[in-house]
């Protein structure tokens, strides 16, 4: 079902969603577009395919998106194979880095100009794993501390040009990403019962607090790691007392 709410502050914006065919990406450009947001969608299972890792082919879009950009949501990411420390091999661990991580600079980079001129947000999209270990994640907690790490020093750098660079920690989200663990019934009561709220999240609950970040309501706010997490880095729920 189309998102039918209006985050105020961006009708008539310009918007690049990474990741926008699925999941929480799709989630953001829907929001944005019922907001009143043109939106430019850079997914490599889009139509012209856009890989974050490509640097042509996010120049090819930005040709397109003209000279100004109000907003960019970095939600394009890869979740590597489950495994302890001892099974990373470096060729997964780099290339998560390399999606995760560098296609988020990148994207910024590429965008850096266009954001300037309209004073625009940044929302880069890192994890729970970037606050809280995941375990046989290790190669993607790293990427996901990297990128709060990173959208930290994007919103100090670019501060002087009146960009403001956010990132949006979500807990389990069922996406296409997370469907062979939400497939495993073990795995989810697990899941739910360790977030303070008993749940896994929504697309569309991720999307509220990203398209937020990225509108006027948050014009004070750069810099900001925000778990949208149903808790679950807030602490254990479940000890006795
Ligand atoms: N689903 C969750 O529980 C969860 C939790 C925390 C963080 N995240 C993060 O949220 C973001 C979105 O994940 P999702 O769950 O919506 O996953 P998803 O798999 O549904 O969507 C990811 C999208 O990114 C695109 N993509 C992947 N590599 C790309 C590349 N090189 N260039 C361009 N596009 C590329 C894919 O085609 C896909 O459309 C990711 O960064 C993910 O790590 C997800």
Redesign the pocket.
């Known amino acids: 079902m189309a998102d039918t709410r209006v985050v105020p502050g961006l009708a008539g914006k310009t918007a690049v969603v990474?990741?926008?065919?699925?999941?929480?990406?799709?989630a953001c450009v829907e929001l944005l577009q019922a907001s009143g947001a043109t939106v430019h969608v850079?997914?490599?299972?889009g139509s012209p395919s856009?890989?974050?890792?490509d640097r042509a082919s996010l120049d090819a879009l930005a040709a397109r998106v003209g000279p100004t950009l109000d907003v960019l949501v970095n939600?394009?990411?890869?979740?590597p194979p489950n495994t302890t420390i001892d099974g990373i091999t470096k060729e997964d661990a780099r290339r998560a880095y390399e999606?995760?991580v560098l296609?988020t600079l990148q994207a910024c980079q590429v965008f850096g100009d266009r954001l300037k001129a309209a004073q625009g947000a940044i929302v880069n999209?890192?994890?729970?794993?970037a606050l809280v270990s995941l375990p046989a994640q290790g190669a993607?907690t790293a990427t996901?501390g990297a990128v709060a790490a990173l959208t930290r020093s994007i919103a100090i750098d670019w501060a002087e040009f009146g960009v403001r660079a956010n990132s949006v920690?979500?807990?389990?989200?069922i996406?296409?990403?997370?469907e062979p663990f939400l497939e495993n019934e073990v795995f989810v009561t697990a899941a739910k019962r360790r977030a303070p709220l008993n749940r896994l999240?929504d697309?569309s609950e991720v999307a509220g607090a990203i398209v937020f970040l990225a509108s006027p309501l948050a014009s004070g706010v750069t810099g900001v790691t925000l778990p949208v997490d149903a808790g679950w880095t807030a602490g254990e729920p479940a000890l006795p007392w």
């Open positions: 990474t990741g926008g065919m699925s999941g929480i990406g799709r850079a997914d490599r299972d856009v890989d974050v890792t939600a394009a990411g890869i979740l999606v995760n296609g999209i890192a994890s729970q794993a993607y996901k920690c979500p807990g389990f989200t996406t296409a990403m997370t999240l697309a």
